[in-house]
């Protein structure tokens, strides 16, 4: 469907800023999305939503990914007009350059034949497009450079943003995609150069030996050829220089970022006995012991030579000190039986033990007796005498008389 | 050889795990501009004085030595510095050597993980900190430019350096190799 321009061109300066966010959307866009945009984008005095997503796609600025597709893509040309308008570059890949490369070595070929066959028209359609395609590999080249730069005011504008290695993989990927694989399209044995050496021979041999008569388009496109390959030597160098110092300061921190990050794995699995000595750092440590001076070695000496003779140490030998009291009851008790038996029966048992000398106390009398009474060898039974009193070292008894016999 | 200038003060810095840096005047120059004469005068009692590439000196550490419990701690509280940094997005080297650092604004408790890593080494507070800061500045690693205030000076290198030991063996740092660049080889 024809778009009429004018509608077109009314439709964009009422909607720059929707366009730039659609424009900005790398991927496919949902039809919710859109209308999430529009709403997003729209002012007090615009249209209805609806009336703006009707519009985008009746003059074709949104294409559906496929036919009866709920998801849309900007096309392609509206999106290189906001860039170019926004000054928003898009990189160009080395396989876009050599894609422009093949299709010179094909213009080349072409040129070739029309000055062979003195084919005037066709001679000068092959110049006008190898002038076409060289002023594309400037431009384009001219993008990535942008592209670059932006990308490393990006960075540098992104410091707390993302981590060390995140931003490292983010250069990583702009050296690898872009420049590195460069190298060899610009290389002096690489295809640029020889596709333009091949161009240039051509161009020679137009003015010298063809019919074609238009020198001056000949030597613009000389001046041309000679421009784009010393610009695209001149814009990679300086791709190289955006972008080498980030990528070897962010080599070298990811690096580090990994080994201290491996460092705290280890000691979080290990423990730190097991982490130390793999992970810690030494550092000298010299324990500082004195050499004896001769000074203090000839006094040693000296005081061992000079010891006075000292008497030998007498040990102390304190007294024995007594049984102790608890001990020497328990002899008395246990020779209780032997002093009895000999005087069996006895008719008053606790008359006989007060009456032994030294006279027991009442706890040692009553013991004694009970130790007597319950002895396995004697026999004792309460006579039929009255009670008695019976004096003991430390107060007195009072109590029937006991008979102990042999048993 | 003449005598060499700041003998005694140079090997009493040495002998205690110090490093010389330009922080450590006249000591410093003083080895710097006659490192060779210096080395060759240690180097029959057994030391090896090593010029680090980034122009600072150091006795080689002897191999089997027992290891005081304060190393243990300074690579931990080393190690959740750059691991931080690292997540914040900074460039290590930019970040440790460009900022004062606050002992109460360190990171080094800002995580349960950083914590629990602190706490396998004794290092249970700020007061823990402090004393791993107060040994790094023992090792002339960093300066204290106020109470709680502190800056990393050169030598905290030897760290970085470890750092990209570490990732080269465990197999992070092969590009680094391959490309030539190495940790510093004394």
Not at chain 1, 348 to 375: E, K, Y
Not at chain 2, 50 to 58: A, E, I, K
Not at chain 2, 78 to 100: K, Q
């Amino acid at each position: 469907m024809r778009i009429p321009p004018q509608t077109f061109f009314h439709f964009c300066a009422a909607h720059v800023p929707l366009l730039r966010a659609l424009a900005e959307v790398p991927a496919e866009l949902s039809e919710a999305e859109v209308r999430r945009h529009i709403r997003a984008a729209a002012g007090p005095e615009d249209e209805l939503p609806e009336t703006t997503w009707r519009r985008l796609n009746e003059l074709q600025i949104l294409v559906p990914v496929e036919p009866g597709s709920d998801f849309y893509f900007v096309a392609d040309p509206v999106r290189r007009v906001v860039a170019y308008l926004f000054d928003e570059a898009q990189p160009t890949t080395p396989e876009i350059i050599r894609g422009y490369l093949q299709s010179l070595d094909a213009l080349d070929r072409r040129l070739a034949r029309a000055i062979e066959g003195d084919d005037l028209t066709t001679v000068r359609l092959a110049l006008e497009e190898i002038q076409q395609t060289l002023r594309r590999i400037a431009a384009d080249l001219d993008e990535t450079h942008r592209c670059i730069l932006a990308e490393v005011a990006r960075y540098k504008a992104e410091r707390q943003a993302v981590s060390v290695r995140e931003k490292f993989r983010r250069i990583v990927h702009w050296m690898e995609r872009y420049v590195d694989p460069m190298v060899d399209i610009l290389r002096p044995d690489g295809p640029l150069r020889a596709a333009f050496i091949e161009t240039d021979r051509l161009l020679r041999r137009a003015r010298e030996n063809g019919l074609f008569n238009d020198l001056p388009a000949l030597d613009r496109n000389s001046r041309l050829l000679r421009w784009v390959e010393r610009h695209a030597l001149r814009v990679f160098r300086q791709c190289r220089l955006e972008l080498q110092p980030l990528y070897e300061s962010l080599r070298r921190a990811s690096f580090m970022a990994a080994g201290a990050a491996a460092a705290l794995d280890r000691l979080a699995r290990d423990g730190p006995d097991r982490w130390a000595p793999e992970h810690v750092l030494q550092v000298c440590a010299l324990r500082w012991q004195h050499v004896p001076s001769d000074a203090a070695l000839d006094r040693a000496l000296r005081n061992v030579a000079e010891h006075p003779p000292e008497p030998a140490p007498v040990l102390a030998f304190p007294d024995e000190d007594p049984a102790p009291a608890a001990y020497q009851r328990r002899l008395w008790l246990e020779g209780l039986p032997e002093a009895v038996g000999p005087v069996l029966p006895v008719d008053d048992l606790l008359g006989w033990l007060v009456g032994r000398n030294p006279r027991p106390n009442t706890a040692d009398t009553l013991a004694g007796f009970s130790h007597l009474v319950f002895h396995p060898v004697f026999r004792a039974r309460f006579t039929e005498a009255p009670v008695a009193r019976y004096p003991t070292a430390d107060g007195e008894l009072e109590a029937p008389p006991v008979r102990l016999s042999a048993s | 050889m003449t005598e060499l200038p700041h003998l005694r003060e140079v090997f009493e810095l040495l002998r205690s795990g110090h490093h010389l840096s330009p922080e450590d005047e006249p000591a410093f120059s003083a080895v710097a501009s006659r490192h060779d004469d210096y080395a060759a005068y240690f180097a029959p009692l057994g030391l090896r004085l090593v010029r680090h590439p980034q122009d600072f000196f150091y006795f080689e550490p002897e191999g089997g030595e027992t290891m005081p419990q304060t190393l243990p701690r300074i690579a931990v509280f080393a190690y959740i510095l750059i691991d931080h940094a690292a997540n914040a997005g900074r460039v290590i080297e930019d970040y440790v050597f460009n900022t004062t650092f606050l002992l109460d604004r360190l990171p080094h408790f800002s995580l349960d993980r950083y914590a629990a890593l602190l706490r396998q080494v004794e290092v249970d507070d700020l007061g823990g900190l402090r004393l791993i800061v107060k040994s790094m500045e023992r090792l002339g690693w960093v300066k204290f430019t106020g109470e709680d205030e502190f800056r990393f000076l050169r030598p905290i290198h030897r760290v970085f350096d470890k750092c990209l030991e570490l990732a080269r063996r465990s197999g992070t740092g092969t590009q680094l190799e391959s490309s030539g660049e190495s940790p510093a080889n004394p």
